[in-house]
């Protein structure tokens, strides 16, 4: 009886093709026993527990610095800056006594001291709480600087003018020769512009101070007021 080469070749290759998907699919089975065996090992002489302890050590490290970060964050934001609030209770003394003068122009030489004095406090402060470490009272000196930026007209015509670093500088021939009621909308009464920088010098004392409010403050009508009166003038600014 004759047998088909051509079916036996086929045979051959189908006998073969299966011997080798059984190979592989073995030496798989092989290679997970091994990985469950070395895992099992690993178990039982400890090294696993020493790999877990490594791995929750650093997790732990690494808690502990984002801990840290936090927290001075959280001081930046609410920290105490003894230089700005002795600055910022300086420019609030300053600024209201500007509401208590007299003004005439046989009072301008009083007036001119009032205002350089005021001046002066202004940029101690302005330095101060720009270059603040606690971020509240930097962003309140980017207010009052802004505030002062939109009465920077009427300040040029008393001789008061912006420098770039935010400071103030006064020209006394200009401000001397500025007319009375110019020089009183800028510093007296409701609404000055005086008044609202002691407004805003008095919630910078009380950022930089963890809180805690001048004992007198100047008020938007232009009087002392407790820090309590003032509080609605010092949210709206």
Same mark, same amino acid.
């Given at each position: /009886? ?10 051959? #290759? ?16 092989? +290679? ?13 002489? %400890?090294?696993?527990?020493? /790999?877990?302890? @490594?791995? $929750?050590?650093? @997790? ?51 007036? $001119?001291? #009032?205002?350089?004095? +005021? ?20 962003? @309140?000196?980017?207010? &009052? ?6 009465? $920077? ?8 003018? /912006? ?11 200009? +401000? ?6 110019? &020089?009183?909308?800028? +510093?007296? #009464?409701?609404?000055? $512009?005086?008044? @609202? ?13 963890? %809180? ?24 709206? &600014?």
């Amino acid at each position: /009886m004759a047998i088909s080469l051509s079916g036996l070749t086929s045979g051959l #290759g189908d006998v073969y093709s299966s011997l080798l998907g059984g190979t592989s699919s073995s030496a798989n089975s092989l +290679f997970a026993s091994s990985s469950l065996l070395s895992d099992y090992a690993s178990i039982k002489n %400890g090294t696993y527990g020493k /790999m877990l302890k @490594q791995y $929750y050590a650093k @997790q732990k490290a690494s808690l502990d610095e984002d801990s840290e970060t936090s927290k001075t964050k959280s001081k930046n934001k609410a920290g105490k800056d003894t230089a700005t609030a002795s600055a910022a209770s300086a420019l609030n003394k300053s600024a209201s006594a500007l509401n208590n003068l007299d003004y005439k122009e046989e009072n301008v030489d009083k007036i $001119y001291d #009032g205002v350089s004095a +005021f001046v002066k406090d202004y940029n101690t402060m302005i330095k101060n709480s720009s270059n603040s470490s606690v971020d509240s009272v930097n962003s @309140q000196a980017n207010v &009052l600087n802004n505030y002062t930026y939109a009465n $920077y007209k009427m300040l040029v015509k008393a001789g008061i003018t /912006m420098n770039a670093d935010r400071t103030l500088s006064i020209n006394e021939d200009t +401000f001397k020769k500025a007319d009375m009621s110019t &020089l009183k909308t800028l +510093f007296k #009464g409701n609404n000055s $512009y005086a008044s @609202q920088v002691s407004s805003r010098a008095s919630t910078i004392y009380r950022y930089s101070n963890n %809180g805690s409010p001048l004992k007198n403050t100047y008020s938007n009508s232009g009087k002392y007021s407790t820090p309590d009166k003032s509080s609605v003038i010092n949210s709206i &600014l």
